[in-house]
């Protein structure tokens, strides 16, 4: 299994970015795919995910009401769209997988930075 992050960039509070995982080599239909981060001197936290089987999503609160997680399963990617961000939202995001759903998070991508600043 493999994931690959990319969007980030550098925007300015209140702007919106689209991140996207690219997914490959995952067969098994039931797993979680999550977004989580990390911003210097933090520990990573969890973001978001979405399950496989029912597209059931959840949130940290901090982000809940400007951020939505969605899957394409088509193009087998999982994309988080950010909305009205704030400088605490600076971080580097990654995507990962519990495969099976339950299981630790055991495939990670890179990270790709988020950076919200003036």
């Known amino acids: 299994v493999q994931l690959q992050a990319s969007g980030g960039g550098l925007v300015q509070p209140g702007d919106s970015l689209r991140l996207s995982c690219a997914i490959s080599?995952?067969?098994?239909?039931?797993?979680?795919i999550a977004w989580f981060r990390q911003a210097p001197g933090k520990e990573r936290e969890g973001v978001s995910c979405?399950?496989?089987?029912?597209?059931?999503?959840k949130y940290a609160d901090s982000v809940k009401g400007r951020f939505i997680i969605s899957r394409d399963n088509a193009k087998n990617t999982v994309d988080l769209q950010m909305n009205s961000l704030k400088p605490e939202d600076t971080a580097v995001y990654y995507c990962?997988?519990?495969?099976?759903?339950?299981?630790?998070?055991?495939?990670w991508g890179q990270g790709t930075l988020v950076t919200v600043s003036s």
């Open positions: 990962a997988a519990a495969v099976p759903a339950g299981s630790r998070y055991n495939y």
């Open positions: 080599g995952l067969t098994l239909r039931f797993h979680v």
């Open positions: 979405i399950s496989s089987i029912d597209s059931k999503v």
